[in-house]
DNA sequence: GTTGAAAGTAGAAAGTT
DNA sequence: AACTTTCTACTTTCAAC
C-alpha cells in the first residue's frame, strides 16, 4: 500500500511541503506527474493530514513553553467528552491528549511571560470543566520538535 | 513589528499553507504582492520555521504514541549535551524538551505495537547516554494536535 | 501598498511501456 | 496499472508605480 518510494516522498514532504513537485520526483526518480499522483493519493487516503506552517513561539512572544497534567474529578464518560470539547476550543491549548497514568490528560501551552502564564492557568486550564488537580511542567529548552515520522516503522 | 495582519496570515498559514497567496490576500484584505511580501520578511525573520505536511501516524502504522520521561545520572553539561547530541541523532525520537520537574527531559515517540516499542525502549531509549530512569506514558487519545499559536498572545 | 508582466508550477489529458 | 510527455491555467515573483 505505501512503498518505499511514497515514504521517501512523505519524509521530503515532512521537512518541506513547499519544494515543486518536480524537484520531490527528482529525489525520488520519478517524473513530477507521477509524483504528483502519488502525492494525490496519500491526501485522499489520509496518510496527509496537512500542510501547515510551523512557527517559532519565541519570536512571536511566546517565550515559556509548559506541559500540564491535569486530573479530573473522575473519569465517566459525560466528564471526559466534557473535558475534551471544552480543551478543543480553547485556542491556548496547543496540544491534549488523553494518557494513561497518574494523570488524565496532558495538555501543552505557551505563554508570554510568567504573569501571563498564571492568568492562563487560573483563567483558561483551571476553568476547564470537572478539573481537579493540575501540574506544570516548565519547558526549559527544546532539543528537538517537529521531528516527522520516521520513514521506515520505528 | 508583527501587526494584526501578519498574525491573520500566520494563522492561515498555520492551518493551510498550500493555499495561494492571492487568497491568503483576499482573507486579509490585502493585494498578492503587498501578502508575499509579508510572508517574505516572516520567512526571513525566522517567525516561519519551515512549511510541513503533517501526517497521520496510524495509517503509517505507528499505532503507539508515548510520553516518555527521561531521568539522567547527572545534570552536568557534560551529561546533558551528550544526551542531547544522541536524542537529536535518532529519528525515533520525535520530540525531546528539558524539562523543569522530576524528570530531565519529556520525550515523544511512536511505535506500531508494544513488540516495537519495547524494543525502542531497550535499544533506543534506554541506550541514550547517561540515562538512569525512564518513565513511559502511554497517549489513548489524542484530543488535539498541531494546534498553531493563536493569533494574540496568550 | 498596488498593478501588471514574466517565469515557473500544478493539474489534467493525452499516449507509452 | 503505473509512468511519461505534453499542454493549459494558475501561481509566484519581481519589476515599476
Same mark, same amino acid.
Given at each position: 500500500?505505501?512503498?518505499? @518510494?511514497? +515514504? &521517501? @516522498?512523505?519524509?521530503?514532504?515532512?521537512? #518541506?511541503? =513547499?519544494?515543486?513537485?518536480?524537484?520531490?520526483?527528482?529525489?525520488?526518480?520519478?517524473?513530477?506527474?507521477?509524483?504528483?499522483? +502519488?502525492?494525490?493519493?496519500?491526501? %485522499?487516503?489520509?496518510?496527509?493530514?496537512?500542510?501547515?506552517? +510551523?512557527? #517559532?513561539?519565541?519570536?512571536?512572544?511566546? #517565550?515559556?513553553?509548559?506541559?500540564?497534567?491535569?486530573?479530573?474529578?473522575?473519569?465517566?464518560?459525560?466528564?471526559?467528552?466534557?473535558?475534551? &470539547?471544552?480543551?478543543?476550543? =480553547? /485556542?491556548?491549548?496547543?496540544?491534549?491528549?488523553?494518557?494513561?497514568? @497518574?494523570?488524565?490528560?496532558?495538555? %501543552?501551552?505557551? !505563554?508570554?511571560?510568567?504573569?501571563?502564564?498564571?492568568?492562563?492557568? =487560573?483563567?483558561?486550564?483551571?476553568?476547564? /470543566?470537572?478539573?481537579?488537580?493540575?501540574?506544570?511542567?516548565?519547558?526549559?529548552?527544546?532539543? %528537538?520538535?517537529?521531528?516527522?515520522?520516521? /520513514? +521506515? %516503522? !520505528?
Amino acid at each position: 500500500m505505501i512503498d518505499e @518510494i511514497d +515514504r &521517501k @516522498i512523505l519524509t521530503l514532504l515532512q521537512s #518541506n511541503c =513547499r519544494q515543486s513537485i518536480a524537484e520531490i520526483g527528482d529525489a525520488v526518480g520519478l517524473s513530477a506527474s507521477a509524483c504528483h499522483r +502519488r502525492i494525490g493519493i496519500l491526501e %485522499k487516503d489520509g496518510v496527509i493530514e496537512r500542510y501547515a506552517a +510551523r512557527l #517559532n513561539g519565541e519570536k512571536l512572544g511566546f #517565550n515559556m513553553t509548559f506541559y500540564v497534567e491535569v486530573t479530573l474529578e473522575g473519569q465517566s464518560e459525560a466528564i471526559l467528552s466534557a473535558f475534551e &470539547k471544552a480543551a478543543l476550543a =480553547r /485556542p491556548e491549548v496547543l496540544e491534549c491528549h488523553l494518557m494513561t497514568g @497518574i494523570a488524565d490528560y496532558l495538555i %501543552k501551552v505557551a !505563554a508570554p511571560d510568567t504573569k501571563e502564564y498564571e492568568r492562563l492557568y =487560573r483563567r483558561v486550564i483551571a476553568a476547564l /470543566p470537572h478539573v481537579s488537580r493540575i501540574q506544570s511542567a516548565l519547558v526549559m529548552k527544546t532539543v %528537538k520538535r517537529w521531528g516527522g515520522y520516521p /520513514p +521506515r %516503522k !520505528a
